[in-house]
Nanobody, 109 residues
Framework: QVELVESGGGSVQAGGSLRLSCAAS????????MSWWRQGPGKEREFVSM?????RYADSVKGRFTISTDNDRNTMYLQMNSLKPEDTAMYYC?????WGQGTQVTVSS
């Protein structure tokens, strides 16, 4: 059983920053296949970033978001800078089909 718990969301103005966290427990193999996804209002869920030996970003966040992990704490992070209103979404961490409950990010103009 894998448990993923996101935190760190909030409301910021455009240009601001937030750091999301995803605390993972359970199946250790999952740790090597972690990713961030998001779902904005009225939109489909979309890929944001992943870390599975390589680091990948959606074009829409490249250069502004940074994914990282703290192996000692089994925690994955998403540093989000230069936030835009279009980044407003529920952000989820996931691995191997397991999903967290999400954390809301709201960016006002």
């Amino acid at each position: 059983q894998v448990e993923l718990v996101e935190s760190g969301g909030g409301s910021v103005q455009a240009g601001g920053s937030l750091r999301l966290s995803c605390a993972a427990s359970g199946y250790s193999y999952c740790w090597h296949h972690m990713s961030w996804w998001r779902q904005g209002p009225g939109k489909e869920r979309e890929f944001v970033s992943m870390l599975d030996g390589t680091t990948r970003y959606a074009d829409s966040v490249k250069g502004r978001f940074t994914i990282s992990t703290d192996n000692d704490r089994n925690t994955m992070y998403l540093q989000m800078n230069s936030l835009k209103p279009e980044d407003t979404a529920m952000y989820y961490c996931t691995c191997l089909g397991y999903w967290g409950q999400g954390t809301q990010v709201t960016v006002s103009s």
